[in-house]
């Protein structure tokens, strides 16, 4: 046959699958009615096997793979159809919709905020970026930052949370799961490291640079470059302030050009990081469930089945709906046997019916998912 005369045939089974596919959903529904009655769950895995196992003896066996395949898609749609005729919801999306009624408020001018390091630090920049007027409270680690939310010492605290230069900063996404906390605003600040040390220093006496891990993967051509060996710190900031106080001209720190002059550095070479393009992503924490005006970003975190093609169905709901998935990170969950937590962050009007009955969705799928806020991204 001629390519024309097969994609002629294939049309014409494609108007009898669309056909026999809206038929199957409304019976999906009716049987949705019946289960909320009876106070049935959606899922039942045994009849899919069964349906899956039926159907196929009655394909050749080269296509078994690819039915069931098929039919994991079609049971996972017929789902999602049966939670919206059944209204099915979650606490989270009923929590959202008394935020959504009450009506979102701005975010304010001013604030305390938790930042990690000490003054100077790229955390206590992006503060500012947030709240025309804070009083910013530094902690030592990302974990002190949590903390501080979650006790109640600070409203706000302030995160990083991805490098476009290198990566995630995994730490936080592991903290994460051991905290309380709702994501409330997020901005992407340029980030610019200079070689920074004594006064009385020159690029040819340093031998030996400091600062934060990402810094320095962030420098790392440069390093390599140099010659120089590399130490971690806790923060830029803390190495700016440790070259300081050092009083050896072999040490220089990795750090931004304020934070050099706020501790009296010289600046032996700008702008030495691996990319101009180079910017931090730091999220705006606390405590309480709350949706400041503007959010168009959803994240959430959730586990998944171990099992085949369980990650593709939930990311086909993504597709389905239009959802632009922007983020898409996964950790191990400690103790766990393989088993890995997944953080998305999407594109979305939180006030859309089809995107709360989606968080539904999910959280009724899983013991393990966290609403961790809905957004807008500051430039």
């Known amino acids: 046959m001629e390519l024309d005369e097969i994609r002629k045939r294939i049309d014409g089974i494609d108007d009898k699958i669309v056909e026999l596919f809206a038929e199957r959903t409304n019976l999906s529904g009716e049987i949705a009615k019946v289960k909320a009655q009876t106070g049935k769950g959606i899922t039942d895995g045994d009849r899919e096997r069964e349906i899956i ?7 050749p066996q080269e296509f078994t793979l690819y039915l069931k395949e098929l039919y994991e898609t079609v049971f996972f749609t017929s789902k999602a159809y049966q939670s919206a005729v059944m209204g099915k919801t979650s606490a989270t999306a009923e929590a959202i919709k008394e935020l959504i009624a009450k009506g979102f408020s701005k975010l304010p001018a001013s604030a305390t905020v938790a930042c990690q390091g000490i003054k100077g630090a790229n955390s206590g920049v992006a503060a500012a970026k947030f709240f025309p007027v804070s009083n910013i409270v ?15 010492l600070c409203e706000y605290g302030v995160l990083p949370i991805e490098n476009s230069t ?4 995994l730490e936080v996404y592991d903290l994460m799961r051991k905290h309380n906390f709702h994501i409330v605003k997020s901005v992407r600040l340029k980030i610019s490291h200079c070689l920074a040390a004594l006064p009385t220093a020159d690029i040819k006496s340093v031998k030996k640079v400091i600062s934060h891990p990402q810094a320095l993967m962030q420098c790392d051509e440069f390093i390599k470059k140099r010659g120089l060996q590399a130490e971690a710190d806790e923060n830029t900031a803390v190495a700016a302030k440790k070259v300081a106080e050092s009083g050896d001209i072999t040490l220089a720190a990795l750090c931004s050009k304020e934070c050099a002059e706020t501790y009296g550095l010289k600046i032996l070479q700008p702008d030495v990081q691996a990319s101009d393009a180079n910017y931090t992503r730091f999220i705006l924490i606390r405590k309480d469930l709350c949706i400041y005006q ?33 983020k898409l990170e996964s ?6 046997d393989f088993e890995f937590m997944f953080y998305f962050d999407f594109d979305g009007d939180i006030t859309d019916a089809a995107v709360q009955n989606l968080i539904a969705e999910l ?5 393990n998912f966290v609403f961790l806020g809905a957004y807008k991204e500051k430039l």
Request: hydrophobic share 40%.
């Open 331 to 336: 950790r191990p969950i400690a103790g766990s």
């Open 363 to 367: 959280e009724n799928g899983s013991d």
């Open 138 to 152: 530094y902690v030592k680690n990302f974990e002190g930052v949590f903390s501080a939310v979650e006790s109640g």
């Open 294 to 326: 503007g959010a168009d970003r959803i994240s959430v975190m959730t586990s998944l089945p171990h099992e085949p093609g369980s990650l593709n169905r939930i990311l086909g709901r993504f597709s389905a709906l239009g959802l632009n998935l922007t």
């Open 53 to 59: 196992f039926r159907l196929a003896s009655k394909v």
């Open 166 to 169: 290198a990566g995630s900063v």
